[in-house]
Nanobody, 114 residues
Framework: QVQLVESGGGLVQPGGSLRLSCTAS???????MGWYRQAPEKQRDLVAT???????NYADSVKGRFTIARDNAKNTVYLEMNSLEPEDTAAYYC?????????WGQGTQVTVSS
């Protein structure tokens, strides 16, 4: 069992930046980690993932603007978000996955608005 706690969400103006953090209750070294987002009345979509070896993968909509990183020593994964757009407004969820076992955090809200 892994508990995940996201933080760092908030209200930001278009073009601004935020950094989300996801801290786990135990070591994440074996887990593939990811960030997903869900806007109201829409499905939950992949934003970015990072393998346990550190290889990142991004949704096309965030490539060049978002960066995922992990710090296994701190049991934490980050999502650096730059050049934010109103379309990025959503609840952002952290995910840990290992051999089909998947764990989710409670989510943190990101609102991009002027």
């Amino acid at each position: 069992q892994v508990q995940l706690v996201e933080s760092g969400g908030g209200l930001v103006q278009p073009g601004g930046s935020l950094r989300l953090s996801c801290t786990a209750s135990r070591s994440i070294s074996i887990y593939a980690m990811g960030w997903y987002r869900q806007a109201p009345e829409k499905q939950r979509d992949l934003v970015a993932t990072i393998t346990n070896g550190g290889k990142p993968n991004y949704a096309d909509s965030v490539k060049g603007r978002f960066t995922i990183a992990r710090d296994n020593a701190k049991n934490t994964v980050y999502l650096e978000m730059n050049s934010l757009e109103p379309e990025d407004t959503a609840a952002y969820y952290c995910n840990a996955n290992f051999l089909g076992r998947s764990y989710w955090g409670q989510g943190t809200q990101v609102t991009v608005s002027s």
